[in-house]
């Protein structure tokens, strides 16, 4: 790569978790050598605006990157509306961007990976994304790859192109047909038993996602996106204060990496990995969801 991508990190109110994301990504290879853009969210109300001068105090220290930029908005845009503008900011004026938001601390490895994946596949059109997150899913012990291709992308600590990103219909414009097109809703389904509801509350007005939108325009391209075997990232951002992360989150604890590898191999063909998909769908299936339900209720 000519140049390292740069690094866009989301934040709202929550200073723990965004030090231990900070102070993670510092420890990557390629952190200095790396742009970090900063996006800190308005106050929703009164009872939010400690928490957000504390993080807005907090990201004016942050050092040990190429360049560090600090966009603070003036008006609470929301998670959905922040990353949409924030991304579509970034990508005017670089070919590629790496997103984090403030809850997800990574391997040192991390940008390593983001960067490798980006530059091996940006002329690749079926890749739509590259996902730092990935489920333990207990890959064959004789899989020879670092990665494998799914149908669907996850968001916690992504990459993309501009050219992949400009592709994207927010406004989800032909989704009258699609609701009355079961194929297709069975098929989209194949990427998770939440998608359809995800999307469906998303259109009536129940949800504010940009990632549910991003999901189905990939879904309507046949993209798929780059997940590592071994996870870059931990999400930590499972709690009482979380603003949009909730539920237990033992359905989601990876097998992480812990080997600091620097280069990568990919599978010889840009196709969905049959074991992977199969087990990526197990967990996120109904039962899946459902025993994720109870063990948040109990506590677990």
Avoid at 5 to 26: C, G, H, M, N, S
Avoid at 43 to 70: H, L, P
Avoid at 127 to 140: E, K, R, Y
Avoid at 187 to 207: A, V, Y
């Amino acid at each position: 790569m000519e140049d390292f991508a740069p690094i866009v990190l989301f934040t709202y109110k929550r200073l723990d978790t965004l030090k231990q994301t900070v102070e993670a990504l510092k420890k990557n290879n390629l952190a200095s050598q790396s742009d970090l853009y900063i996006f800190s969210d308005a106050a929703r109300g009164d009872q939010d605006a400690e928490g957000v001068d504390k993080v807005r105090n907090y990201i004016k220290s942050i050092d040990g990157f190429k360049t560090v930029t600090i966009y603070e908005s003036l008006l609470n845009k929301g998670l959905a509306s922040s990353i949409i503008e924030g991304v579509t900011e970034i990508l005017k004026i670089h070919e590629t961007v790496i997103v984090l938001e403030d809850d997800l601390v990574s391997t040192n490895n991390f940008l390593d990976f983001m960067n490798q994946s980006l530059d091996d596949f940006k002329n690749e059109d079926k890749v739509f994304s590259i996902s730092g997150f990935s489920f333990n899913l207990q890959i064959d012990d004789e899989y020879i790859y670092d990665t494998y291709f799914l149908n669907r992308g996850w968001s916690w600590g992504w990459a993309t192109w501009r050219d992949r990103w400009e592709k994207i219909d927010w406004e989800i414009q032909d989704y009258s047909e699609f609701v009355k097109d079961s194929n297709a809703q069975k098929t989209f389904s194949e990427g998770g038993s939440d998608l359809n509801g995800m999307l469906k509350k998303q259109m009536n007005g129940k949800l504010d996602s940009w990632a549910i939108r991003w999901f189905y325009n990939q879904f309507k391209c046949k993209g798929l996106t780059v997940y590592p075997v071994e996870s870059k990232i931990l999400n930590e951002g499972f709690g009482v204060n979380a603003t949009h992360t909730k539920g237990s989150p033992r359905r989601y604890m990876p097998f992480l990496d812990t080997n600091n590898k620097r280069t990568f191999v990919h599978p010889l063909v840009v196709e969905i990995t049959g074991e992977a998909q199969q087990k990526f769908q197990i967990k996120m299936g109904y039962f899946s969801r459902l025993k994720s339900k109870i063990e948040t209720f109990i506590g677990l």
